[in-house]
């Protein structure tokens, strides 16, 4: 079946651990992207990518690392340096092009910091 | 910057009604529009897409697009008590990048 995956479904972080979340995608999509939710809020850019060993800081960029090795896989670090990294992070992907360039979304993962 | 507007709700309306949900956006820039479907604790999954000005209907959904006005609203048709979620506006700028509005929840009473 095609679609995207993500790992772990649930995280569990103490403070000042850095945390890798996985997302892979046999779609072959050449467009991937990191977004946080917060409760009540909207989706929010962290990182994108539209080739391989290429990437752009989205709105929140910051306190995060991602990596592009491969066109399937794009896993985001959450490092110590993001000072409230409790969220839900979801990975999209998508064909590029012009005009309906949807993106898919994975089943996201939920990351708690204790 | 490009922002991407919504009510955030609920929207209540009984089994059967018509449910509208509406959307502004502020970068005239923005070539398309999607909604998203999202239930509580679940990631959003597409329900459509628009680009031209008018109408596009699937199924029970309409959406409009009217770009002079920067407005896109989604029509739910015979709204049903499995509709209610949260639904997503989202513009595309640029290349590919999506800009989402906080949501609208929906609530369908049966």
């Given at each position: 079946d095609g679609g995207i995956t993500q790992s772990p479904k649930y995280l569990f972080r103490?403070?000042?651990?850095?945390?890798?979340?996985?997302?892979?995608?046999?779609?072959?999509?050449?467009?991937?992207?990191?977004y946080r939710q917060d409760p009540g809020q909207g989706l929010r850019l962290i990182y994108y990518s539209q080739i391989?060993?290429?990437?752009?800081?989205?709105?929140?960029?910051?306190?995060?690392?991602v990596s592009r090795e491969k066109k399937e896989s794009f896993p985001l670090t959450v490092t110590s340096a993001q000072k409230n990294?409790?969220?839900f992070y979801l990975c999209a992907s998508s064909p590029l092009g012009q005009g309906?360039?949807?993106?898919f979304f994975g089943p996201g993962t939920r990351l708690t910091v204790l | 910057q490009k922002e991407v507007e919504q009510n955030s709700g609920p929207l209540s309306v009984p089994e059967g009604a018509i449910a509208s949900l509406n959307c502004t956006y502020s970068d005239r820039g923005s070539q398309s529009f999607f909604w998203y479907r999202q239930y509580s604790g679940k990631s959003?999954?597409?329900i459509m897409f628009i680009y031209s000005n008018g109408d596009k209907e699937d199924g029970r959904f309409t959406a409009q697009l009217n770009k002079a006005s920067q407005y896109v609203s989604l029509l739910i048709r015979?709204?049903?008590?499995?509709?209610?979620?949260?639904?997503l506006c989202a513009?595309?700028?640029?290349?590919?990048?999506?800009?989402?509005?906080?949501?609208?929840?929906?609530l369908v009473s049966p």
């Open positions: 103490k403070e000042g651990q850095n945390v890798t979340l996985s997302c892979e995608q046999n779609l072959n999509h050449d467009a991937m992207y990191w391989v060993n290429d990437f752009q800081k989205g709105d929140i960029a910051e306190g995060y690392s990294p409790t969220a309906d360039n949807e993106q | 959003p999954e597409l015979d709204s049903q008590p499995s509709d209610s979620a949260t639904y513009g595309l700028s640029g290349y590919s990048t999506l800009t989402f509005g906080k949501g609208t929840m929906l």
